[in-house]
């Protein structure tokens, strides 16, 4: 079918009359019909109206080298002319895929994540790592330990399995009698909500020992792993506070339980270090990654297997019977390591972590003395301004304002597109940003949050 042309509103018709949108309250994008994308470059998208778009969101936290990169359409061409797609089942593999493992195996932290599985989400990356995790301890003797530690906010994914990990109340309302058992969760480390009184270095000790505390309600051998993401993007950009990582990790060594970090947000320089495990000093005994992994540019996951782990499953395991007709295209293996090429060469990682991260979190701290803002954090191109009612005593406003909608739209009228968690107004722009986009950035920011304010019966 070649698609064709046509005005704004036959596309938003045939829209509303065919495509289901994740996360979407359909019966409002009948009332208010969606914005329709046609071109990107760079850190901008255009719609059929011809508007021009600053993506503060990097699509959905993925184009982190920008759109419209010819070498990575290049790279896709040129693997689907040579070898369009292999099975990686019955003893098949191709160079690919084996290129990619290597190179993530390379860049992990910790040198003991050797072993690479492929998928095409983070949602089954996720699911992945859980199977994996499960089977090692039956495998090791200690099939009782199945219970997985989580937190309240914590995104990890959409499937049943996925979503039970989230801590997002809404997704287990979704459908499927979530969370499924086995899986239990624990508060946020989030110092604003939690921690009021405590120094930051206090409350990261404190938020922290909430793991402790629910292994030992569960009993240490009951327990398999505790599941974190090093910052919560979804939940509105949480940023843990000193000291939270080195006393989970003690705490995890402490009970015998192990680590899986989700760095599918996090990962390929998001937090101005390749991983956001490099930034907070973790080494995870297993590790999701997507998003970032192709920037965007084709459907790629991997969950990462520490050496402990995956010689207990290859040793004893026999088939693992697992797995995606999908896993490892080599199309997406093929933009991935042009991605991660792209990103070493040009020092884009480490270029947000020497330059554009300390501009963000100037530029991101600024908003401390507006009226809406109770809270502004950040961690490398990752930040939240958490909007309050009243800033003295922490008041949200009512959740069926949708504060945090408001402002959003108030953003993109003005050209930029900023993320509503909630009521915390979230930024993750591409990381190849500049400092004059940067400006445009937080200009449109505050001019967002005043007209918020002054809709709210608030001076800005």
């Excluded at 850190?43 to 021009?52: C, E």
């Excluded at 910052?231 to 003690?250: H, L, T």
């Excluded at 792209?342 to 330059?355: D, F, H, K, W």
């Amino acid at each position: 079918m070649t698609i064709k042309p046509l005005e704004t509103a036959q596309w938003q018709e045939l829209d509303r009359a065919h495509y289901l949108h994740p996360f979407t309250d359909h019966a409002g994008l009948r009332q208010q019909p969606a914005r329709v994308v046609t071109r990107a470059e760079g850190v901008y998208f255009w719609d059929t109206d011809g508007n021009r778009i600053l993506d503060g969101l990097s699509g959905l936290g993925n184009v982190n080298i920008g759109y419209g990169r010819p070498e990575l359409a290049e790279a896709a061409a040129a693997q689907m002319r040579e070898l369009s797609f292999c099975q990686s089942f019955f003893r098949t593999t191709h160079p690919s895929a084996i290129s990619l493992a290597v190179e993530l195996s390379a860049l992990a932290p910790g040198g003991r994540l050797n072993y690479v599985f492929f998928q095409t989400s983070g949602s089954e990356a996720n699911e992945t790592a859980v199977r994996a995790v499960r089977k090692y301890w039956e495998l090791a003797g200690q099939p009782e330990k199945r219970i997985i530690i989580s937190r309240d906010s914590a995104y990890h994914g959409s499937t049943a399995l996925a979503a039970s990990l989230s801590g997002l109340p809404p997704m287990h309302r979704a459908g499927g009698d979530l969370p499924l058992p086995g899986i239990r969760h624990i508060k946020a480390p989030y110092s604003y909500l939690h921690g009021a009184g405590l120094s930051p270095d206090e409350f990261g000790i404190v938020a922290a020992r909430w793991l402790e505390q629910a292994i030992l309600d569960a009993g240490p051998e009951r327990v398999a792993a505790f599941w974190a993401e090093p910052v919560q993007s979804a939940g509105g950009a949480i940023v843990p506070p000193p000291g939270y990582w080195s006393e989970i990790q003690r705490i995890c060594r402490k009970y015998d339980v192990l680590l899986a970090i989700d760095e599918v947000v996090c990962g390929f320089g998001r937090t101005g270090a390749w991983f956001g495990s490099d930034t907070y000093a973790i080494v995870p005994d297993i590790m999701q990654l997507g998003k970032g992994i192709t920037s965007g540019y084709a459907p790629l996951s991997a969950t990462l297997l520490s050496d402990r782990i995956a010689d207990v499953l290859i040793e004893r395991g026999g088939e693992w019977a697992h797995g995606f007709t999908y896993s490892g295209h080599p199309t997406c293996c093929a933009v991935a390591l042009a991605n991660i090429r792209i990103l070493r060469e040009e020092g884009i990682v480490e270029r947000v972590g020497r330059e554009t991260a300390p501009l963000f979190k100037a530029a991101i701290e600024s908003f401390a003395d507006h009226p809406l803002i109770g809270d502004a954090r950040c961690v490398g191109l990752i930040g939240g301004l958490q909007i309050v009612r009243n800033k003295t005593t922490r008041e949200v406003f009512p959740s069926e304002q949708q504060i945090g909608e408001y402002c959003s739209a108030e953003a993109l009228k003005r050209g930029l597109a900023l993320r509503a968690n909630g009521d915390t107004m979230t930024l993750m722009p591409p990381l190849i940003i500049t400092p004059a986009q940067l400006e445009f950035v937080f200009g449109v920011a505050r001019e967002a949050l005043d007209a918020t304010a002054h809709a709210c019966g608030m001076a800005a």
